[in-house]
């Protein structure tokens, strides 16, 4: 009989636990080894060459530290069954299951406005059948229907593990040290309160290092001005694909991209619109990205090779929007350089905001040795809580680098 309780060596977190069968059933599956597939950072390592790594890797990363953070409120008396913490384990393992490629670049491309949340729930209830109902449980944790709020706010909320994950896998594959946070911490100071999940006072300073560095992070790279083009050029690729095809253009393709290439009506996904997704990743949208470089259409040609050579556009970032005048000069000189009339497609203005604590969405709490809850933002030993309740927003302008040459 295989042995299923296995112990996974992870860059990261050192070793990491498979404390239940159903885990690592759900671990081989072909819809989770697909994730293997699927980057977490999109383009990121065309700006941070080591950011390789995968929704694979979060995602048992993810699982980990949900266990370490049961066993911790364990600890401090929650009780909580096995068939919780199994429950628990499973929805946090499968929160990304529904991404499509490059995660969050081309979400909504591929299935109008099917978020990648729309499509989890989807495949969690697919594998709930084959599995014989033993997801149900997950499912509810996932869906936040579960009376005890506190599982809901580990897997989605201002501090849950999916987050505590990314941000130090990310900023260990891509070495922005200003994103690695002390989980460990974080995790020790937690606790739960009327079935919510607070953290121990004393653990003030650890929640405000988080919530800064994430907004480094998301400054210095997920809203890296050529992180963020790099993503918006996978999009305009794509639209463009989309387009051609339309215009009964025969774009070469593989043939699960293809499909969605050329259908655009997913009101309720079929059995088919299922099986191709779950077959997709990001080896078949670069597989097309290199064949189109070559493509006789010069629009979707040239942003190709932006991709495969990383020829990216002159890029500026501002704090300020820039004048409609602006881009319609760099417009006017774009279709002057390459005599074509179709140069708005490659200029444009682009838009990152980030609010790094929302007050109103799911606040932490902290808990006072007397038992008094209050709101993270309510506590007079706060230091950095003033640079995070306000939103920043910040513009980014493209156009080719040809047309600097222009007088």
């Known amino acids: 009989m295989?042995?299923?309780?296995?112990?996974?060596?992870?860059?990261?977190?050192?070793?990491i636990k498979i404390p239940h069968e159903i885990l690592f059933d759900i671990i081989e599956h072909p819809?989770?080894?697909?994730?293997?597939?699927?980057?977490?950072?999109?383009?990121?390592?065309?700006?941070?060459?080591?950011a390789k790594h995968t929704r694979f890797h979060h995602a048992l990363g993810a699982m980990n530290l949900m266990f370490k953070a049961l066993e911790t409120l364990k600890l401090k008396g929650i009780k909580i069954s096995k068939e919780e913490e199994k429950a628990a384990m499973l929805a946090i393992l499968l929160h990304d299951i529904g991404h499509g490629p490059f995660s969050h670049a081309l979400e909504n491309m591929l299935m109008d406005d099917w978020h990648h949340e729309k499509i989890s729930i989807l495949l969690m209830n697919r594998l709930n059948e084959e599995f014989k109902g033993k997801l149900d449980l997950a499912i509810e944790m996932?869906?936040?229907?579960?009376?005890?709020?506190?599982?809901?706010?580990?897997?989605?909320?201002?501090?849950?593990?999916?987050?505590?994950?990314?941000?130090k896998r990310d900023s260990f594959y891509t070495g922005v040290s200003e994103g690695s946070v002390n989980v460990e911490r974080i995790i020790s100071m937690m606790n739960v309160s009327d079935e919510k999940l607070v953290i121990d006072a004393k653990g003030i300073y650890s929640i405000e290092n988080y919530l800064t560095a994430r907004m480094f992070m998301y400054w210095q790279v997920y809203?890296?001005?050529?992180?963020?083009?790099?993503?918006?050029?996978?999009?305009?690729?794509?639209?463009?694909a989309k387009y051609l095809v339309s215009q009964n253009v025969d774009l070469e393709a593989p043939s699960n991209l293809k499909y969605f290439l050329v259908k655009n009506k997913f009101e309720e996904a079929t059995e088919e619109d299922i099986r191709r997704f779950t077959m997709?990743?990001?080896?078949?949208?670069?597989?097309?990205i290199k064949v189109w470089t070559e493509s006789e259409d010069f629009i979707l040609a040239r942003l190709c090779r932006t991709v495969?050579?990383?020829?990216?556009?002159?890029?500026i970032i501002?704090?300020?929007?820039?004048?409609?005048?602006?881009?319609?000069?760099?417009v006017e000189k774009v279709n002057q350089y390459f005599k074509i009339e179709t140069g708005e497609e490659l200029v444009g203005q682009i838009s990152r905001s980030l609010l790094p604590y929302d007050t109103e969405k799911q606040p932490i709490y902290l808990l006072e040795k007397s038992g008094r809850k209050l709101k993270l933002e309510e506590s007079e030993n706060q230091i950095l809580f003033g640079c995070m309740e306000n939103a920043t927003k910040k513009y980014v302008v493209y156009y080719p680098r040809e047309i600097e040459l222009l007088k």
């Open 308 to 315: 495969i050579y990383r020829e990216f556009p002159k890029s």
């Open 318 to 330: 501002s704090s300020k929007p820039f004048s409609e005048e602006f881009l319609k000069q760099k």
């Open 142 to 167: 996932f869906q936040g229907k579960y009376h005890r709020s506190f599982f809901n706010q580990l897997i989605s909320s201002q501090l849950d593990v999916d987050r505590m994950d990314y941000l």
């Open 2 to 15: 295989q042995n299923k309780l296995k112990i996974i060596n992870d860059p990261v977190h050192g070793f």
């Open 280 to 288: 997709l990743d990001d080896m078949d949208v670069f597989q097309a």
């Open 223 to 240: 809203y890296h001005k050529t992180a963020a083009l790099g993503e918006h050029i996978l999009v305009q690729i794509l639209n463009r």
């Open 31 to 50: 819809y989770f080894q697909r994730l293997r597939r699927i980057s977490q950072t999109g383009l990121l390592s065309l700006i941070f060459p080591g």
